[in-house]
């Protein structure tokens, strides 16, 4: 017989969105971070809890199908979208933005213009939805992310 942390460990069956959904929301934030040797953090957290799953299957619940958000929550984070308004308040006194942000909207108020038009029109959206700034190269995030995978 198994000890009973294993048998604790994870679902009996393949891990489904909810069961991702569901570690997630009792957890309240996954931090994200990038800097690891084997996988990002973000998928680490869930695997420990549930077992082996598509990573794939995170990336739809959390990226894809909008109920999660990334936000500066003491760390970067993904929260559940519906946290995010309790943050508000940190983001309004905390403006802090990363790497020379400050600097990139200094020098391209016209495209913050145009992004913050396409947020309102359309919702929240991932920088790849988003349109390129002329003259601003912008990384390749999904070629970053499928090295790792």
């Given at each position: 017989?198994?000890?009973?942390?294993?048998?604790?460990?994870?679902?009996?069956?393949?891990?489904?969105?909810?069961?991702?959904?569901?570690?997630?929301?009792?957890?309240?934030?996954?931090?994200?971070?990038?800097?690891?040797?084997?996988?990002?953090?973000?998928?680490?957290?869930?695997?420990?809890?549930?077992?082996?799953?598509?990573?794939?299957?995170?990336?739809?619940?959390?990226?894809?199908?909008?109920?999660?958000?990334?936000?500066?929550?003491?760390?970067?984070?993904?929260?559940?979208?519906?946290?995010?308004?309790?943050?508000?308040?940190?983001?309004?006194?905390?403006?802090?933005?990363?790497?020379?942000?400050?600097?990139?909207?200094?020098?391209h108020p016209e495209y913050?213009?145009?992004?913050?038009?396409?947020?309102?029109?359309?919702?929240?959206?991932?920088?790849?939805?988003?349109?390129?700034?002329?003259?601003?190269?912008?990384?390749?995030?999904?070629?970053?992310?499928?090295?790792?995978?």
């Amino acid at each position: 017989m198994p000890p009973k942390a294993s048998i604790a460990r994870g679902p009996v069956g393949p891990v489904t969105a909810q069961h991702l959904r569901r570690v997630i929301r009792q957890l309240g934030l996954l931090q994200i971070d990038y800097v690891n040797v084997l996988v990002p953090a973000q998928y680490q957290v869930p695997f420990s809890r549930l077992g082996p799953y598509a990573r794939s299957r995170f990336d739809d619940v959390v990226y894809r199908k909008r109920e999660f958000t990334e936000q500066w929550a003491h760390e970067a984070s993904i929260i559940p979208v519906e946290t995010w308004p309790l943050l508000r308040h940190r983001m309004e006194t905390h403006r802090v933005r990363p790497w020379g942000f400050e600097k990139l909207m200094e020098q391209h108020p016209e495209y913050v213009e145009r992004v913050l038009d396409e947020v309102r029109a359309r919702g929240p959206l991932a920088a790849e939805d988003l349109p390129e700034a002329d003259g601003v190269p912008r990384p390749n995030w999904s070629r970053r992310a499928n090295c790792v995978r």
